[in-house]
């Protein structure tokens, strides 16, 4: 210490230790020099009547300290003993704070440099009111620019206000992990932020066991960025005002892309410091991609139908979703812009899906209209209570829908799909599917009319080329039928109608059939498989026209049933055996075919007069 007459009494090597630890660990306060100003002279320290003015404090080195057992080092130095003197303005010079967690693992550790800070005394105080020192101030630290503050201290219980501001803070993981454990934990749910913020806020500190800080603090977010491996993209240009207290945190008119997505959040408050506390939203993004890291995020219900659509392109969202620990009320609109999908229990891809579809926690409104080889397909309806118990009710419809290869492979039962594709069906239909369920939770009924538009049919267990066939076929759940089928072979006339039915061994496909004026030619002679049959043709080497009428059946797994009897259609019909070339003109009787066996009844011809 050193008296200097007249200005006042220099100490230097001043520290405060805290008896609990040792001389290194146990260190709260190194203060490099401490200045009582005054009129100071060797009269007065030998009374032990110094006269001070003011206290200087220069390059102060404040350890503030929490281990797991024994809490906030300073809390041990409060309340402060009372003093009977004078007090007088305090200034803080060119001052060092070091915070350090010992909780954590690794210990945490923020600095705040070049703190410059003076004290007022209280004045006159009546008996209900404390005496109060105010501050003011500013320092600068890690991740910070510069702080001004200002506030007041009850020197007895510590009680502090401190308002003032931020200039910049780089705000990002490394600045979380440096701040208090209980702090570190509320803002757990902004982890992957990076940001630059400005901001004003409000402390009330009480320095009890343990201390209880209130907070209220209010800023802009610029240059933000979450990098959160959950995401495809990371989001970047955040811009946003936000306000954040004990109660939790408020942000609004935000705005952010990832990749090509913008979002705007016109308000969003967060009751609570994680993401399972109630919260208010009311947002939109556009230009979302569908993409499956997304799908991570959504609710478990809604992950769970992700793979059913499989859907990829953009939608647009507009959300307003109010969450509370009794229930949620939400209403998010999405608006599809280009989007492909598929249902996964018929895999045929839809493309340029345009539309609207709304979720409620009553139900989810569907209207979109799809392309399906160019051709629109329009699909509307409704899911009752989406989330928790879903009753679906929807209807698909098209018009000159291809049938083709892809219609084919959407065919999830394989024997099914086979018996299809057997039919070598071309050409386009009219559709009109409804898909519903009586009950919660129970299979998806379904019902399909498609009228063709003369399409053409070569079934390879008969391969017959028919084409500008028209008629109906309808499916209800597992069962087809065809109606009013006609077609036609050059001349001939035929129609046909018919079942396609499962049971526990496979398909089973009846077909009845009628032809009118069939020629006898070539293409109805490679129709028949049976080499037998080829060549008893070749043998009788017949011409002319006749009507057929018959069955056609299968079943998985045996070989095609053919049979049928046919008549001349007129006098035109000749034969002319190779083996007994004798011709045989105006044949007549019935010609009956069973599974490869040919039976005859009535048969007439003439040759010349005979």
């Known amino acids: 210490a050193q008296v200097i007459i007249g200005e006042g009494l220099q100490i230097r090597g001043l520290r405060v230790l ?12 190194d203060v490099d020099e401490l200045f009582l100003a005054g009129p100071v002279d060797y009269q007065q320290l030998l009374a ?29 130095l409060f309340p402060l003993p009372r003093g009977s003197g004078q007090c007088v303005p305090l200034e803080i010079e060119n001052g060092l704070i070091e915070i350090v967690d010992m909780r954590k693992s690794p210990a945490s550790g923020l600095t705040l440099r070049d703190v410059q800070l003076s004290l007022t005394p209280p004045g006159p105080t009546t008996e209900d009111s404390a005496p109060l020192w105010n501050l003011r101030g500013t320092m600068t630290g890690d991740f910070l620019r510069r702080i001004d503050i200002e506030g007041s201290i009850d020197p007895g219980s510590l009680r502090t206000r401190l ?9 990002g993981p490394e600045f979380q992990s440096a701040l208090p454990l209980e702090i570190t934990r509320r803002l757990e749910s902004l982890q992957h932020l990076r940001a630059q913020l400005a901001l004003t806020f409000q402390l009330y500190i009480d320095m009890q066991s343990p201390p209880r800080i209130t907070f209220d603090v209010a800023g802009q977010i610029v240059r933000g960025r979450i990098d959160d491996p959950r995401l495809p993209h990371p989001i970047s240009d955040i811009r946003a005002s936000f306000a954040c207290r004990n109660s939790g945190i408020e942000v609004r008119n935000l705005s952010a ?58 939608v647009d969202l507009s959300i307003q979703f109010n969450s509370r620990r009794e229930g949620s009320q939400f209403r998010v609109v999405a608006d599809l812009q280009n989007v492909s999908f598929a249902y996964y229990k018929f895999p045929y891809r839809l493309q340029q899906t345009f539309g609207r579809m709304e979720l409620t926690p009553e139900r989810l409104t569907i209207q979109l209209v799809a392309r399906a080889n160019g051709q629109p397909v329009e699909i509307r309806g409704q899911v009752l209570t989406p989330l928790k118990s879903p009753r679906s009710q929807i209807f698909v419809s098209g018009k000159e829908i291809a049938l083709d290869d892809r219609l084919v492979d959407a065919i999830l039962n394989p024997k099914t799909r086979r018996t299809i ?50 008629g109906r076929l309808i499916m209800r759940d597992e069962a087809w039928s065809f109606e009013e089928l006609k077609g036609s072979q050059g001349s001939a006339q035929i129609t046909a109608d018919g079942t396609l039915l499962s049971d526990a061994s496979g398909s089973v496909l009846t077909l009845r059939f009628r032809g009118r004026q069939i020629r006898l030619d070539n293409t109805l002679r490679d129709a028949f498989l049976l080499e037998h049959v080829r060549s008893a043709w070749n043998d009788l080497q017949p011409n002319g026209l006749i009507d057929v009428e018959g069955v056609l059946s299968w079943h998985t797994g045996e070989p095609m049933k053919l049979s049928f009897s046919a008549r001349p259609s007129d006098r035109s019909v000749t034969l002319e055996p190779t083996g007994f070339p004798y011709s045989m003109e105006r044949v007549d009787g019935t010609f009956i075919y069973e599974n490869g066996t040919i039976l005859v009844n009535d048969f007439q011809a003439f040759h010349g007069n005979t």
């Open 48 to 76: 032990k009547r110094l006269q001070i003015k003011r206290v200087v404090i220069r390059r102060p080195h404040l350890h503030l300290v929490n281990r797991q057992q024994d809490g906030w080092n300073i809390a041990r």
């Open 163 to 171: 308002a003032g501001r931020v200039d910049s803070i780089e705000f």
């Open 18 to 29: 805290d008896p609990h630890g040792d001389r290194h660990s146990g260190l709260l306060l």
């Open 257 to 314: 892309t990832m990749g090509q997505t913008v979002f705007n959040v016109s308000s969003f408050t967060l009751f609570g410091w994680t993401l399972s506390d109630p919260f208010d939203l009311e947002a939109r993004c556009e230009h979302l991609e569908f993409d499956p890291a997304i799908a991570q995020l959504l609710p478990t219900v809604l992950q769970e139908e992700w793979p059913k659509y499989f859907p990829q392109g953009l």
């Open 421 to 470: 594709r057997s039919l070598q069906l071309a050409g386009t239909a009219d559709f009109w599917l409804s898909l519903w369920q009586d009950k919660p939770g129970e299979e998806l009924h379904r019902h399909l009319e498609a009228t063709l538009n003369r399409c053409s049919i070569k079934y390879q267990g008969f391969p017959y080329p028919i084409s500008n066939i028209t």
